[in-house]
């Protein structure tokens, strides 16, 4: 039987962190940039400049989370779901976002939230929902379009190898299972100095010829700033000349959603019941059993309804995520298995994969996971 993860601590004695710190561990690994356009992910709540020696970490913020970081001496609250969504023209403590707001500020608690971003990465919510279930062989359900570039550039033959490993270091070059990734073509640049020019070949005032590489590589658009400064901090001339382009290609690394297979098929009735046990799900709704085994799932944490076509085109035999209405369960049209399991319930182990992203490298602060269930749905 599946054991929940309920709470961990990890202490380090006199030891603190900046916040900025603290939300650049996460941002690396789910970059703001990635989160819906409805979304409200960052820092809300406090000085990113400010010093902590422990964070909370959380599905949901209330009020006895809040509590539960001050009795802790958390100065920093990371949940998954952000305390504020629509705009605040008050603070009087009308209700319980204000409140929290109110009670953070007194206590000098910082407040970030990492949510359609840790969603959206492969690595993410549904690669922890995968884990639990035992999936191999993932794949995004959707993924991200819009979001590569290719860059361009022309460099003397001599740093041409110098430049590409520091493109490579900075993020660029990565495709599916591959890293350092490139095409490479010889040619001729030309170029002719003005009297105010400092060439790094040739003289100014005359036309050069100078043998370059011609180099092609592909980045994420978060990434873009990084990369092009990479790339003119490596190159030896005083002018760079390169190109981005805007790419229709999907991104496979980052999308809503994963598909992927379990190692052995199992019948529809086993399945359900190990997502219960794995999920401690109370009350689990599903559409029709379909009397086949069971060896692809697709898997959407929190609301995913939205994307039972994407499960369905990508020939999954069931869809495991939360929120769904009645209606929605029709859309299944007995081609797939749909299985509600609850928005908290699909996002519980998320607070793990927050203390696995902190705690990859020796940290300077202790990781405290919450103890208090924040579901506000109830089961008779």
Do not use: W
């Amino acid at each position: 039987m599946q054991k929940i993860f309920t709470f961990t601590i990890i202490q380090n004695e006199n030891m603190s962190e900046k916040i900025k710190n603290i939300i650049n561990i996460i941002e690396t690994y789910a970059p703001v940039s990635y989160q819906e356009s409805y979304d409200n992910a960052g820092l809300t709540i406090g000085d990113a400049n400010a010093t902590v020696e422990s964070v909370l970490v959380c599905i949901d913020i209330t009020e006895a989370i809040v509590d539960e970081a001050i009795a802790k001496g958390a100065g920093l609250i990371i949940s998954h779901h952000p305390l504020i969504f629509s705009s605040i023209k008050k603070i009087t403590g009308s209700n319980y976002v204000e409140r929290c707001i109110i009670k953070a500020i007194q206590h000098s608690i910082a407040i970030y939230s990492a949510h359609t971003n840790l969603d959206a990465v492969l690595n993410g919510v549904n690669a922890k929902i995968a884990e639990k279930i035992g999936l191999i062989n993932l794949q995004c359900l959707q993924p991200l379009a819009g979001d590569l570039l290719k860059l361009v550039t022309y460099v003397p033959e001599t740093h041409a190898s110098n430049v590409q490993s520091k493109l490579f270091e900075a993020g660029a070059g990565n495709i599916g299972n591959y890293e350092s990734c490139s095409f490479n073509v010889k040619g001729e640049g030309t170029f002719k100095g003005n009297e105010n020019s400092n060439p790094f070949v040739g003289e100014k005032g005359k036309l050069h010829h100078e043998a370059e590489i011609m180099i092609e590589t592909i980045l994420p658009k978060h990434l873009e700033n990084k990369v092009i400064d990479a790339l003119i901090k490596a190159h030896p001339y005083e002018e760079v000349a390169y190109d981005i382009y805007q790419l229709e290609n999907t991104n496979p690394q980052v999308g809503i959603g994963l598909v992927g297979e379990l190692a052995e098929e199992v019948s529809e009735s086993l399945f359900l019941e190990r997502i219960k046990t794995i999920f401690n799900v109370k009350c689990l709704r599903h559409t029709a059993l379909l009397s086949k085994s069971i060896k692809r799932i697709a898997v959407c944490g929190g609301s995913g309804s939205s994307f039972l076509k994407h499960a369905i085109r990508n020939n999954a035999d069931v869809f495991i995520s939360g929120d769904f209405k009645y209606h929605e369960f029709f859309n299944a049209e007995n081609k797939i298995v749909i299985a509600d399991i609850g928005h908290y319930e699909s996002e519980f182990f998320t607070k793990e994969l927050f203390y696995d992203i902190l705690t990859k490298k020796n940290s300077n602060f202790a990781v405290h996971l919450t103890d208090i269930n924040t579901n506000p749905i109830k089961y008779l």
